[in-house]
C-alpha cells in the first residue's frame, strides 16, 4: 500500500487517474471506461 506524504499539492480531476511513475513524477491519466453494449445480431436459420 502506499503512503501519502503530502497533501493537496495536485488538482485532482474526475475522470483522470494519478500514479508515481519510476522517476518519481506523478502522473494524469484518463480512466478507461467500458464500452457501450452491443446490439443483438438476429441468427441465421441454417436450409
Known amino acids: 500500500m502506499g ?3 503530502v497533501k493537496g499539492v495536485v488538482t485532482r480531476r474526475p ?3 494519478y500514479y ?4 518519481g513524477n506523478v502522473c494524469e491519466a ?4 467500458g ?5 443483438k445480431v438476429a ?5
Open 43 to 47: 441468427k441465421k436459420k441454417k436450409k
Open 3 to 5: 503512503k501519502i506524504i
Open 15 to 17: 475522470g483522470h487517474l
Open 35 to 39: 464500452g457501450k453494449k452491443k446490439k
Open 30 to 33: 484518463v480512466m478507461a471506461r
Open 20 to 23: 508515481v511513475d519510476g522517476k
